[in-house]
């Protein structure tokens, strides 16, 4: 009898344990029932998933645990003076990261990393305050290994009180869904500044995600998952229907700048849709024109003479939309070569550097490192601003002490 009863316990506990797993496994993505969520890509396309997986894309944003975060903490250049008073410190208490303010010697406030943005060139974080994100006044930069004041922010004073909103979100992230309360005006644009938005921070889906680019693709997989015979790709948008201008536009909805002016949501951006219903650039493209390194490839790249009297040249052309750019500069060369066959430089330019160098250097010369105007920091200490730098990609002829 009484075997029979822990029998029948079990066997009910277990069936109620089946039913809580089987709830939990069903994936609910916060951008509705039309997502299916990255993971759901994986038995298909695991190729595409593996290098995506490992790319700046998907970790554009991130939770900020450990791992996920750059930098010194507890030790080392953990440590940014802002004068003999005070200063800020990087620090690890139990599992959770830290930017601690000290004046005199005492703590004043503290603040938790909760989500980290970028990983490559530089990394910024945000604290949670309220319902809303701000910006931590200290970032890691790659270039100097080390801490320095974040974009903009003073080296003089602590400054906690610059709200990161849904914009950096739109280009750095999948989805974020926001409120607007108290606003001053009736008017809910997209735009207005002056009401505050409530981030919910459950809508968050960090990084650039293969729906992002793929749009969503929940029918596209229960299609397949049904039909595993067929292999032609049903449900889903392919960029080999798009043409030049759609596909230059699913990046430049991220990578052609943030001063013009904003039409919709970035979010609202599927593949085949026309960037100029989203976003209005106010300048325009005359080769003289001046756009900034960082966050303007677009543009840039329109401006010279290859993307301009090729008529084909797009972002695909030198990138692999799945994985990071290659370090390997010498690999860039090999496309260049693939439309400037039988290229001749100058004596001048030939005695510069040897005939191999020069072949597989093309990008160093046309594509030289420039700095941001856009981005610039201070280290601890130091009333100089330091320069962010990135290639250029309006490709052209550069004076070669301009490099
Ligand atoms: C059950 C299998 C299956 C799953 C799961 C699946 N796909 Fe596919 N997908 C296919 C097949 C089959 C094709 C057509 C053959 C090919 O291009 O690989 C395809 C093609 C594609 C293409 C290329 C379309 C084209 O014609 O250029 C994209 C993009 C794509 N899938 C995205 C996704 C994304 C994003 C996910 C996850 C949300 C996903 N797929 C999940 C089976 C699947
Ligand atoms: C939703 C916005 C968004 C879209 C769409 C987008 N990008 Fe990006 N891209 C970013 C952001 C943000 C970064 C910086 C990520 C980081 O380093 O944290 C980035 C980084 C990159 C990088 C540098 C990665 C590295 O570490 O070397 C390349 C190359 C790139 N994007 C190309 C593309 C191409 C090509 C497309 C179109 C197929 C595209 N992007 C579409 C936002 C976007
Ligand atoms: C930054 C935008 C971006 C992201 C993120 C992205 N893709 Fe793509 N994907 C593209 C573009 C652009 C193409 C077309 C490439 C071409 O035509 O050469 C493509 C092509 C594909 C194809 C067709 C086969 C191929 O490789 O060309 C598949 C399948 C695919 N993507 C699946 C995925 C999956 C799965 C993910 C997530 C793990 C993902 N993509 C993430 C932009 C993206
Ligand atoms: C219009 C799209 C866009 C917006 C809006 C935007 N970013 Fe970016 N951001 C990019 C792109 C693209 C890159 C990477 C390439 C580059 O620097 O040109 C980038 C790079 C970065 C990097 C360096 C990442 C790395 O790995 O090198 C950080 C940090 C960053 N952004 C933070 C922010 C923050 C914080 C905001 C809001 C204040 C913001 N971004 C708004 C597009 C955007
Ligand atoms: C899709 C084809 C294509 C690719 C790829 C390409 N180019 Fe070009 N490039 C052109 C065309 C077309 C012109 C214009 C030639 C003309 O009008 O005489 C050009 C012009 C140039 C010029 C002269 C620019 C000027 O302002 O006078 C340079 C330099 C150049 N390319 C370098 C490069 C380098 C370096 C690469 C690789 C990073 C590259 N190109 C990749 C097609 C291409
Ligand atoms: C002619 C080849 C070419 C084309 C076309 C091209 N890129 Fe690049 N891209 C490069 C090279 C070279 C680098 C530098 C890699 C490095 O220095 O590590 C680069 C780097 C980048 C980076 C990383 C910035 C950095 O310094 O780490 C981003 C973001 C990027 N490209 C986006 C784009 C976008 C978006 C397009 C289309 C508008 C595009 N690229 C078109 C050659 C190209
Ligand atoms: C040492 C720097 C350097 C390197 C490396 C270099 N170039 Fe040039 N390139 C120049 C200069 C300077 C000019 C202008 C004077 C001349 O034509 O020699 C030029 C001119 C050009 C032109 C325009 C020629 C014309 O007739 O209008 C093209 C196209 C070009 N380069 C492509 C390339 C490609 C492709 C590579 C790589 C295989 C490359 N360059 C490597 C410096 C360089």
């Keep these: 009898m009484k075997k029979t009863c822990i029998f029948f316990a079990i066997l009910v506990l277990a069936v109620f344990l089946s039913n809580c797993t089987n709830k939990s496994d069903e994936y609910i993505d916060p951008r509705g029932t039309d997502y299916a969520g990255s993971e ?18 998907f970790k554009a944003t991130a939770p900020a645990i450990l791992g996920n975060v750059l930098g010194d903490f507890d030790k080392k250049d953990h440590v940014f003076i802002y004068d003999k008073n005070t200063k800020l410190v990087m620090e690890q208490r139990n599992d959770s990261l830290y930017q601690v303010l000290y004046k005199n010697g005492k703590e004043v406030e503290a603040h938790r990393f909760e989500i980290v943005f970028g990983t490559k060139h530089a990394q910024t974080s945000v604290y949670w ?6 910006e931590l006044p200290v970032s890691y930069y790659s270039s100097i290994k080390g801490w320095a004041t974040s974009p903009g922010f003073p080296a003089d004073k602590p400054y906690f009180d ?9 280009c750095h992230a999948s989805n974020i869904s926001s409120r607007n309360v108290g606003q001053k005006s009736t008017e809910k644009t997209f735009m207005s500044m002056d009401v505050e938005d409530i981030i919910d921070p459950k809508t968050i889906v960090y990084g650039i995600d293969c729906e992002r680019c793929h749009g969503p693709a929940k029918a596209h997989v229960e299609f397949h998952v049904k039909n595993p015979d067929v292999k032609v790709a049903n449900s889903i948008t392919s960029y080999k229907s798009l043409n030049r201008e759609q596909k ?3 990046c430049a909805l991220c990578h052609a700048g943030n001063d013009g002016m904003k039409l919709k949501s970035r979010f609202d951006f599927k593949p085949g849709n026309s960037l100029s219903d989203f976003y209005r650039e106010t300048r325009s493209i005359t080769d003289t024109a001046k756009f900034d390194v960082h966050g303007n490839q677009f543009r840039l790249m329109s401006q010279s003479k290859c993307f301009i009297n090729s008529e084909k ?15 390997n500069i010498a690999s860039y060369s090999k496309i260049c070569m693939s439309c ?12 510069t550097m040897s005939g191999s160098l020069l072949a597989t250097n093309c990008v160093e010369c046309h594509m030289p490192k420039k700095s941001s105007g856009a981005i610039k920091f201070q280290l601890s200490n130091s009333k100089q601003l330091s320069n962010y730098i990135l290639r250029t990609h309006k490709i052209g002829i550069y004076p070669a002490n301009q490099k």
């Design 129 to 134: 305050r309220e319902n809303n994100t701000y």
């Design 162 to 170: 610059r709200m990161v909103m849904k914009d950096c979100y739109s």
């Design 340 to 351: 400037h066959q039988g290229l001749k430089h100058t004596e001048t330019t030939l005695k």
């Design 313 to 327: 040249m797009d972002c695909i052309t030198c990138h692999n939309p799945h994985e990071n750019a290659s370090k």
């Design 40 to 57: 759901s890509c994986i038995d298909c396309h695991k190729t595409q998933y593996d290098m995506a997986l490992q790319s700046s894309h």
């Design 248 to 250: 230059l536009d699913a």
